[in-house]
């Protein structure tokens, strides 16, 4: 069971900056390719971003290219997401995902293991 802690959410006014963070303490991070996935309220969850398990690649939502950006630490078990721009549409709940080595998917399905996830809340 692999266990991931959300953290960097909160209130910002439009047109600002947030950085999130997804910890895995204790597990083989390197292993895992990591997805970043939202969901508004009454919306089903939808796809952001995902790096692969080595790093070497990335995948991002259309309509989010150029104003998010995911890395990852593989030395502080540690993934990021940098959202920049942000617009009240934004707003939703974040969560962090894994799956075992594989491509940076864009399918909710395709990955095993969820955090809690974290509130971003754009608005002025």
């Known amino acids: 069971q692999v266990q991931l802690v959300e953290s960097g959410g909160g209130l910002v006014q439009p047109g600002g900056s947030l950085r999130l963070a997804c910890a895995a303490p204790?597990?083989?991070?390197?292993?895992?390719?990591m997805g970043w996935f939202r969901q508004a309220p009454g919306k089903q969850r939808e796809f952001v971003a995902a790096?692969?398990?080595?790093?070497?690649?990335?995948n991002y939502a259309d309509s989010l290219k150029g104003r998010f950006t995911i890395s990852r630490d593989n030395a502080k078990n540690t993934v990021y997401l940098q959202m920049n721009s942000l617009k009240p549409e934004d707003t939703a709940v974040y969560y962090c995902?894994?799956?075992?080595?594989?491509?940076?998917?864009?399918?909710?399905?395709?990955?095993?293991?969820w955090g809690q996830g974290t509130q971003v809340t754009v608005s002025s």
């Open positions: 204790g597990h083989t991070f390197s292993s895992y390719t």
């Open positions: 790096i692969r398990w080595s790093g070497g690649s990335t």
């Open positions: 995902a894994a799956r075992p080595y594989g491509s940076p998917s864009s399918a909710v399905s395709e990955y095993s293991y």
